[in-house]
């Protein structure tokens, strides 16, 4: 079962507008990531919200989390070609005795010039 | 720092035949985990290792293996393979834990005939 829900599932933009993607969760967390995933590469990491912060920031990239709500949003401003992704969410979860990352199914970003 | 490195980058394999991939994680990681990759699935965690054990483990049949090296470095196994093993498999490292910021190498993609 997936912790993260990413929705949209596809988001289609132009250049230089925003790009904001939501992340629902199930369980309670200690800290909630943003990957990207440029097609069949690995993933990159982009950012870490702890579940004592709200909101976080790191260059183009704005991450708001909820913890009342079980959600997180990623803003890209002014977007570019170069944004053209798969983007996930992930949380740690823990159950059956094991820790694990778990990861939603994404949202698939596609900014054209 | 280099980055984390898998090999063999692509593998076609035919149904019963076993694989292994291997994983170097960046100098000085001690976690190394392993996710298996499909369209169906999205993203799904196999198994955790740390200090050359066995952390956590995901809910994957007894067929998906793994194990870690004095040095960190991982391989994870597959037998008998089936063709719903096709994937990318991608392996990540971090510091400590799986459940900080994880370092993605390039994948394996897998392909069972």
């Known amino acids: 079962s997936q912790q993260g829900e990413e929705d949209p599932q596809a988001l289609s933009i132009q250049e230089g507008e925003n790009a904001t993607m939501n992340c629902s969760y199930k369980?309670?967390?200690?800290?909630l990531q943003w990957y990207r995933q440029n097609s069949g590469r690995g993933l990159v990491h982009l950012i870490l919200?702890?579940?004592?912060?709200r909101e976080k920031h790191s260059g183009r990239l704005r991450v708001t989390l909820d913890t009342s709500k079980k959600s997180s949003s990623l803003l890209i401003t002014a977007s570019r070609a170069a944004d053209t992704a798969s983007y996930f969410c992930?949380?740690?979860?823990?159950?059956?005795?094991?820790?694990?990352?778990?990861f939603g199914a994404g949202t698939r970003l596609a900014v054209h010039p | 720092k280099a980055g984390v490195t898998q090999t063999p980058r692509y593998l076609i394999k035919t149904r019963g035949q076993q694989v292994t991939l291997s994983c170097s994680p960046i100098?000085?990681?001690?976690?190394v985990s392993w996710y298996q990759q499909t369209p169906g699935q999205g993203l799904q965690f196999l198994f955790e290792?740390?200090?050359?054990?066995?952390?956590n483990k995901g809910n994957f049949p007894g067929r998906f293996s793994g194990r870690q090296f004095s040095n960190s470095r991982s391989e994870m196994n597959v037998s008998t393979l089936e063709l719903g093993d096709s994937a990318l498999y991608l392996c990540?490292?971090?510091?400590?834990?799986?459940?900080?910021?994880?370092?993605f190498g390039p994948g394996t993609r897998l392909l069972v005939l």
């Open positions: 990540a490292s971090s510091f400590r834990r799986s459940q900080e910021t994880q370092y």
């Open positions: 369980t309670s967390i200690n800290n």
């Open positions: 919200i702890r579940s004592n912060e």
């Open positions: 992930a949380t740690d979860s823990f159950s059956g005795g094991y820790n694990k990352l778990i």
């Open positions: 100098s000085g990681h001690r976690s």
């Open positions: 290792y740390f200090s050359e054990t066995q952390r």
